[in-house]
């Protein structure tokens, strides 16, 4: 049996105890004659906060062979940092028979008393360990909140250059010529009306236009286009993350059209995107000038959210709207299952995949989705709006027209305030909050729609071209079809085969 000296050093400088002395400190708990049964282990440049340690993996291994007495450590923090971590080891250690012994505190483990002590300490030590990660947080929000760049490299599109703020040297972004002309050609793509994958696919084709030695992903121009690091912020965006729910640092006066923004905080789950779910996330105003027009920036937004559901639009081989048509329960991507004996081509919703719709299609198959998209289209296409002015004004129409339900509303927001303050019973008081709460929403969601329709621009179509090719339609080749829906549809609602079928035009 040998006895084990446990000796760790997370960093090697001036007020640190090194490893020669800590084992020097527990050679001398051990007898003369004894002095020839030590074996040491030890762990230089690892932190406690784990026990992902050679050494002591080495030293756990021999204790769970049996060739272990007794484990020495210079102080209980040298073991682990973690009293979850220790108490599992120590529970291993009794579990073998094997003695614990720190050499600068004194324990006697054999009794009730002496382990009740031994998680005392560590309980104190886990505590100074969190506290220290509490002040660090808390420097780093100061900091972001100052307007100081906090990540490590900087994004696509930028460098980084020196900056100094109240005395503090940091740095900023600053547009880098070299490669800012990539992302501005990923959103004049997405803008376009090229899906993800299609950039992606364009980006990464040895005959791109745009000459660089990258390599791009989906989840890259997804983040690239999300990232509101590129926009030219403006009082538009501020509302747009007020919306969201997420946290402003700036007030909208300082939202100028010039600079751009920061996201930070921690997420919640590693699978969580912090530029998808914005409910508590932290908006800082930051030093830099963006180059994305808030605009365009927004237009993107609004695009991203209505398409998270509608991944590789009109990319199928199945049906000419496959992409395009979305469950009307969950708002997910509804896809053709084909192969079955029949022969039918029925729908699959996204969302049960997911375990998050739980709706059935009732027997629609996507036969019925075709036809009735065929039918609705050739029809929309005869009354097309081809002027572009008559467009404008349209959409100003609607503006206007949702800017007077928001004063309606907010008239009877007033009026319930009114009655509230004059109120009595709880009861009343109750119903008021929820006629309120539900007013809120209301116009909520009108200013959502009035800024999607601020940015929103017409989409042009050459008539000329696609009139022939919808005269004909039944004789067209898939393709031409696929491209034709792509053009005139943004999406088809489908809900079961009693509820009637929505087609959504992108015009």
Not at 123 to 130: I, M, V
Not at 417 to 430: H, I, Y
Request: charged share 30%.
């Amino acid at each position: 049996m040998i006895i084990a000296i446990y000796c760790r050093q997370s960093i090697d400088k001036k007020d640190s105890i090194s490893l020669e002395t800590q084992e020097e400190a527990c050679r001398g708990k051990v007898n003369k004659n004894k002095q020839d049964d030590i074996h040491v282990y030890s762990d230089r440049g690892y932190s406690g906060k784990n026990t992902n340690r050679p050494g002591f993996q080495e030293m756990m291994t021999d204790i769970r062979a049996g060739k272990v007495s007794t484990v020495i450590v210079y102080k209980l923090d040298r073991m682990s940092r973690s009293v979850l971590d220790f108490e599992l080891t120590y529970r291993e250690l009794k579990s073998h028979n094997v003695d614990f012994i720190s050499a600068t505190e004194s324990f006697d483990t054999s009794s009730i008393t002496g382990e009740a002590t031994l998680r005392v300490i560590l309980t104190f030590a886990q505590l100074e360990r969190e506290t220290i990660q509490k002040r660090v947080t808390d420097n780093f929000y100061s900091r972001a909140e100052k307007g100081f760049f906090m990540a490590g490299r900087a994004p696509l599109g930028f460098v980084k250059v020196k900056d100094e703020i109240d005395g503090v040297e940091t740095s900023k972004l600053q547009e880098d010529r070299a490669t800012s002309y990539i992302v501005k050609y990923i959103y004049q793509q997405y803008l376009s009306g090229d899906s993800i994958g299609t950039i992606v696919s364009k980006l990464n084709s040895p005959d791109c236009q745009i000459k660089h030695d990258l390599m791009f992903t989906n989840v890259r121009v997804s983040r690239i286009l999300a990232n509101p690091v590129y926009v030219r912020a403006n009082a538009d965006v501020y509302a747009y993350y007020k919306r969201a729910g997420a946290i402003l640092h700036n007030g909208v006066e300082e939202f100028d059209g010039i600079h751009g923004l920061t996201i930070y905080g921690r997420r919640q789950g590693k699978t969580k995107s912090k530029f998808r779910d914005l409910t508590g996330e932290n908006i800082q105003l930051n030093r830099h000038e963006g180059f994305i027009s808030a605009d365009d920036w927004l237009r993107v937004q609004y695009r991203l959210g209505e398409n998270k559901a509608l991944k590789n639009s009109g990319s199928g081989t199945h049906s000419w709207i496959s992409g395009l048509v979305k469950c009307g329960y969950c708002g997910y991507a509804a896809s053709v299952v084909s192969g079955q004996p029949n022969g039918k081509r029925y729908v699959y919703c996204g969302g049960r995949k997911h375990h998050i719709c739980k709706e059935s299609k009732g027997g629609l198959t996507f036969d019925d989705i075709e036809q009735a998209v065929e039918t609705q289209m050739l029809e929309y296409a005869k009354s097309l709006v081809y002027d572009t002015n008559r467009c404008s004004e349209k959409n100003s129409s609607e503006i206007n027209a949702l800017k007077a339900q928001k004063i309606a509303l907010e008239e009877q927001f007033e009026r319930i305030a009114d009655n509230f303050a004059q109120a009595t019973s709880q009861m009343l008081q109750r119903t008021l909050n929820e006629k309120s709460g539900k007013l809120e929403k209301q116009i909520a969601e009108i200013d959502d729609r009035i800024a999607k329709l601020s940015v929103s621009k017409v989409q042009e179509i050459d008539v000329e071209a696609i009139t022939p090719m919808l005269d004909s339609w039944e004789d067209l080749e898939f393709e031409d079809k696929k491209a034709i829906a792509k053009l005139l549809i943004e999406r088809v609602v489908v809900y079961d085969s009693n509820t009637p079928i929505e087609v959504v035009f992108n015009i």
